[in-house]
């Protein structure tokens, strides 16, 4: 059943909304919604209390470890990390008290997937799949989507379809799937992207980019068919929009009692 599930977005260490396609090396042409004045274990906390469960901690660029393990401490073993995990590091956020590990870029050397690689994470992980979500964020091309890495600034070799989905729903126990061109946008979700994963996903998957009112979650459980979860980021509350939190914790109580 479709369910809100909160996010923890760190850049520079600091927790952020951020305009998705504005994320690159140059730190001018960043545009963010809003910064926040509280640490990632303040939302980590908040998280706990309100019982929101499935929430992602995204590490963009370098100097996040330390706010990332913060939230972590908060809330050990809820909370889903990713941003530059690979086979190296899965274990150790593991350790550190994720619940599970989300991987990206790691998975496209050169821009091009690799099933070698994959299957080294989810070796590290003790070919354990239940601790590994698959993060298939895209943008728009021609009438499809294309998976994009390196904060979604390039494009890789898959296509986001039924096809790769199947490939990949072995390996791994859910996807993150964010429209990086709606991402920060406010300005609606992607009907089709979302409709389309209700058809092909037979895993948990959660989509984020342009959530902007309550009414995105009811307009997801209906396209969908309940098999998508939403993310929203910018419009909420806590991070200086207009939908409340606590309305999205009060949609996914009576979800649970329906």
Same mark, same amino acid.
């Given at each position: 059943?479709?369910?809100?599930?909160?996010?923890?977005?760190?850049?520079?260490?600091?927790? *952020?909304?951020?305009?998705?396609?504005?994320?690159?090396?140059?730190?001018?042409?960043?545009?963010? /919604?809003?910064?926040? *004045?509280?640490?990632?274990?303040?939302?980590?906390?908040?998280?706990?209390?309100?019982? &929101?469960?499935?929430?992602?901690?995204?590490?963009? =660029?370098?100097?996040?470890?330390?706010?990332?393990?913060?939230?972590?401490?908060?809330?050990?073993?809820?909370?889903?990390? =990713?941003? #530059?995990?690979?086979?190296?590091?899965?274990?150790?956020? !593991?350790?550190? #008290?994720?619940?599970?590990?989300?991987?990206?870029?790691?998975?496209?050397? @050169?821009?091009?997937?690799?099933? /070698?690689?994959?299957?080294?994470? &989810?070796?590290?992980?003790?070919?354990?799949?239940?601790?590994?979500? !698959?993060?298939?964020?895209?943008?728009?091309? @021609?009438? @499809?989507?294309?998976?994009?890495? /390196?904060?979604?600034?390039?494009?890789?070799?898959?296509?986001?379809?039924?096809?790769?989905?199947?490939?990949?729903?072995?390996?791994?126990?859910?996807?993150?799937?964010?429209?990086?061109?709606?991402? @920060?946008?406010?300005?609606? !979700?992607?009907?089709?992207?979302?409709?389309? &994963?209700?058809?092909?996903?037979?895993?948990?998957?959660?989509?984020? =980019? #342009?959530?902007?009112?309550?009414?995105?979650?009811?307009?997801?459980?209906?396209?969908?068919?309940?098999?998508?979860?939403?993310?929203? #980021?910018?419009?909420?509350?806590?991070?200086?929009?207009?939908?409340?939190?606590?309305?999205?914790?009060?949609?996914?109580?009576?979800?649970?009692?329906?």
């Amino acid at each position: 059943m479709t369910r809100f599930r909160p996010c923890i977005d760190l850049h520079s260490g600091q927790v *952020k909304q951020i305009v998705g396609g504005t994320l690159s090396s140059t730190f001018s042409d960043l545009k963010t /919604n809003h910064v926040s *004045k509280l640490p990632a274990s303040h939302f980590a906390k908040l998280y706990r209390e309100l019982d &929101l469960t499935g929430a992602h901690v995204i590490m963009l =660029g370098p100097n996040n470890e330390a706010a990332a393990e913060d939230a972590l401490v908060a809330w050990p073993g809820a909370l889903q990390v =990713g941003g #530059g995990i690979n086979d190296k590091n899965a274990k150790c956020w !593991i350790d550190r #008290g994720a619940d599970k590990v989300i991987v990206t870029s790691y998975l496209f050397p @050169g821009a091009k997937f690799s099933m /070698n690689r994959l299957n080294a994470v &989810l070796q590290a992980l003790g070919g354990d799949k239940d601790k590994l979500v !698959i993060d298939l964020s895209c943008r728009k091309q @021609g009438g @499809g989507w294309v998976v994009a890495m /390196n904060k979604w600034q390039d494009l890789t070799d898959m296509e986001l379809n039924e096809n790769s989905i199947k490939i990949l729903e072995p390996f791994c126990s859910e996807f993150l799937i964010h429209a990086a061109d709606n991402e @920060g946008l406010q300005r609606g !979700i992607d009907e089709d992207l979302v409709k389309s &994963l209700g058809l092909w996903c037979t895993l948990p998957v959660t989509y984020a =980019g #342009g959530g902007r009112n309550i009414d995105d979650l009811e307009t997801i459980k209906a396209i969908s068919l309940g098999r998508v979860d939403l993310t929203i #980021g910018s419009a909420l509350d806590i991070f200086g929009g207009g939908v409340k939190l606590e309305d999205c914790t009060s949609w996914n109580r009576k979800q649970r009692e329906l």
